[in-house]
C-alpha cells in the first residue's frame, strides 16, 4: 500500500521551531519530488515548500521564505519540513505530497501530485 504519513506537529508558541516529517512507503520516495501544503480553517491548501529528487531545488512559498528548510533524506524514505520563528497565521494542517515531477515553477499546484498524507496539525499560541 502506498502511504505518506506526517508527523511532528503539535502546539508551538510564537517564535517557536518544530520539525515535521513525512514518511513514504509502498514506493520508492527517490523517485519522487515533494512537495510540502498547508490549510487553515476556512482557507485554500496552500504550497509552502517543494524539493526535488535529489534534494538540490529547494522552493518556498513567500510566506514562510527565509523561516523554513526542506530536505530530505531518501535512505529513510521521508522528507522533512524544519520551521522556526513559528507565527500564529502557521496554524494550520500541514501535508506533504508526492509527485514524479520535476514540477518546476507549477510546483504549487495541488493536483501535480499524485500521493497525498493524512496531515499533521500544527497549532502556534501562547
Not at 10 to 29: D, E, I, K, N, Y
Not at 84 to 91: R, Y
Amino acid at each position: 500500500q502506498v502511504q505518506l504519513v506526517e508527523s511532528g506537529g503539535g502546539l508551538v508558541q510564537p517564535g517557536g521551531s518544530l520539525r515535521l516529517s513525512c514518511a513514504a512507503s509502498g514506493f520508492t520516495l527517490d523517485d519522487y519530488v515533494v512537495g510540502w501544503f498547508r490549510q487553515a480553517p476556512g482557507k485554500e491548501r496552500e504550497g509552502v515548500s517543494y524539493i526535488s529528487r535529489t534534494g538540490s531545488t529547494p522552493y518556498y512559498g513567500d510566506s514562510v521564505k527565509g523561516r523554513l528548510t526542506i530536505s530530505r533524506d531518501n535512505a529513510k524514505s521521508t522528507v522533512y519540513l524544519t520551521m522556526s520563528t513559528l507565527k500564529p497565521e502557521d496554524t494550520a494542517v500541514y501535508y506533504c505530497a508526492a509527485a514524479r515531477g520535476p514540477l518546476g515553477s507549477t510546483w504549487r499546484r495541488v493536483g501535480k501530485y499524485d500521493y497525498w498524507g493524512q496531515g499533521t496539525q500544527v497549532t502556534v499560541s501562547s
